[in-house]
């Protein structure tokens, strides 16, 4: 020790004080509650195991919906589809018309 101060020089002290003054100083064991953390993995596992219970039943409730509104439309997705596809093709080609027509560049027919 220095007079006057209060602190203490390490380097002044021999390697058994050292050691003895890292000893006092460690930190306390880290432990935890075996009882606690089983029954909290218990409770995450059941709520997992509920929670996929619960998109299977409304995903099959989804997809029962799903089936029953298809069966009752009129015109079936597939040609529904079609004759959109349909109407998009004469859009195009009429517009892509009325762009040449405007900007002069007539189409000529061989």
């Given at each position: 020790m220095r007079p006057g101060n209060g602190q203490v020089d390490h380097y002044l002290l021999g390697k058994d004080t050292m050691r003895t003054a890292a000893q006092t100083y460690s930190s306390p064991a880290f432990e935890i509650n075996k009882t606690s953390m089983i029954t909290g993995a218990a409770l995450f596992c059941a709520g997992g195991l509920i929670g996929l219970v619960g998109m299977m039943?409304?995903?099959?409730?989804?997809?029962?919906?799903?089936?029953?509104?298809?069966?009752?439309?009129?015109?079936?997705?597939?040609?529904?589809?079609?004759?959109?596809?349909?109407?998009?093709?004469?859009?195009?080609?009429?517009?892509?018309?009325?762009?040449?027509?405007?900007?002069?560049?007539q189409r000529t027919h061989a």
């Open positions: 039943v409304s995903g099959t409730a989804m997809a029962s919906a799903c089936r029953q509104w298809f069966r009752e439309l009129e015109v079936p997705p597939s040609d529904a589809v079609k004759h959109k596809w349909s109407q998009t093709k004469a859009a195009s080609a009429a517009g892509a018309a009325a762009w040449q027509q405007h900007n002069g560049m």
